[in-house]
Structure formats: C-alpha cells, structure tokens
Nanobody
Framework: EYLVESGGGSVQAGESLKLSCLVSGFAYISSCIGWFRQVPGKEREEVAS???????KYVDSVRGRFTISKDNAQKIVYLQMNNLKPEDTALYYC????????????????????WGQGTQVTVSS
C-alpha cells in the first residue's frame, strides 16, 4: 500500500483541521488504517484507527474531539480534529498493517508496516 497524508497546518487553539490519508495500491481500503502522531524526543502515539468494517478506536486524549472516517470510493481516510489544543502539536502519520496477517482488523501499534511521510500540525495558544 502507498499512503499519502495531507491537510496539516498551523492553527490557534480551539480551531479545527481535517487530515486526509490517500490509500493507493489497492482497489479499496482493505486494511485497518491508523492515525499516529509523534513529537521529537517522544514515542509515536496511536491517535485513532478504523477497521475495514468501520469499527473505530481513539486514544483517550482525543476522544470526543477527533473523528476518524473513510470514503471507500475515494480511498481516503480522514481525521477530523476539532477543538485543537497545543498538546496536539505533532507530525501526524497514517499507517496500515499487513492485510495478509490481520485482514481488516487493527493490530498493536508496532505491527503497522506501511507508513506515509507525515503532515505537520501545529497548534498555538
């Protein structure tokens, strides 16, 4: 799979951004897609994920503010981020695991093997 993120930018606290992850290489989004973020010097954090059947998961710090969704026809996975906070500042990546190993399910974060190049989100107070 080939993943390309877009939609990052610089915003003020309380504002919104919508990230997009274009999934190419397959006829449809057959795997789980996860959104991760990383700040220099810190471990990469899994923010949200969506399984092939649409089941979603969120890390506690973004639940209620972020929404992951997908458009199978366009092969895009979105991360709508509302009420952004300075602590949301990070490089955001989308990633996917092996479909052969996990089908459409989302594994542990260390099992993701396909990664995009990342898109920067900066939130100022």
């Amino acid at each position: 799979e080939y993943l390309v993120e877009s939609g990052g930018g610089s915003v003020q606290a309380g504002e919104s951004l919508k990230l997009s992850c274009l999934v190419s290489g397959f006829a449809y989004i057959s795997s789980c897609i996860g959104w991760f973020r990383q700040v220099p010097g810190k471990e990469r954090e899994e923010v949200a994920s969506i399984e092939r059947d649409g089941l979603t998961k969120y890390v506690d710090s973004v639940r209620g503010r972020f929404t992951i969704s997908k458009d199978n026809a366009q092969k895009i996975v979105y991360l709508q981020m509302n009420n952004l906070k300075p602590e949301d500042t990070a490089l955001y990546y989308c990633a996917a695991p092996s479909v052969a190993l996990y089908g459409g399910k989302c594994p542990r974060k260390n099992e993701y093997i396909y990664w995009g190049q990342g898109t920067q989100v900066t939130v100022s107070s």
